[in-house]
């Protein structure tokens, strides 16, 4: 079943709005706390997918046992797009969406893994540390790609890292999930250290360059997006 999600009437409507809701935000982002173990409970993949010709927006949640990672729940939303493209206000356009299906789940998520950035943002605060905070839950973000940020490339084996950096700050982690294959970008959202998260992250690519909980929400939400206007 998919939820359909209207704009709440308090959004941002304006850059400046919004980013005075990151700047409150931001200052409740807690990193001092490990996170759950590896390979335990729960761990949740979001991800969303756009029609930008109806301006709509496809949200999934989907919950993967973190030991065998088979899906336990999963659940979608759609609504209207909340926000403008602004790059670093990107989370505003989503967040509504992604808080229903969260919402919907009929389990705790667990961890969530966003498919995106978390303090791996110009403004400290991408939609992984929002979600995070908005939630409570422990997140990280796991991007295909490092943004503004720079970083040398890691050596070739799985499981090797470099420093992700803006300027001298390390923001995050670049991480080789395959041998050879390029990395991946792992930054703290919320309730996790970055050791952990880069934990995390290599226990949800057994297989594959991305975590499994990406590839199962970036699945879903397409497929909601596709259903919802097929009828």
Known sequence: MTTTVRIPEDW????????AVQDGLRERVILDEPGPPPGTGHVTGVDVAYDDER?????????????SLDVVAEATAVGRVSFPYVPGLLAFREIPTVLAALD??????GLV????????????FGLASHLGVLTGL?????????FTFTYDDPDTPRGSTSALLAGPEEVGRALRTRDGVKPVFVS?????????????T?????????PETTRRADALCRTALRETYSA
């Open 12 to 19: 941002p409507a304006t850059e400046e709005q919004a980013r």
């Open 55 to 67: 301006d709509v927006v496809a949200a999934a949640a989907v919950v993967l046992d973190a030991s």
């Open 104 to 109: 919907a789940l009929p389990c705790r998520p």
């Open 113 to 124: 893994v966003c498919d995106g950035y978390g303090l791996a943002h110009p403004r400290r």
């Open 138 to 146: 422990p997140t990280i973000g796991v991007a295909k790609n490092p």
């Open 188 to 200: 703290v959202g919320h309730r996790v250290t970055l050791a952990n998260a880069c934990a995390h």
């Open 202 to 210: 290599l226990a949800l690519t057994p297989e594959y360059r991305l």
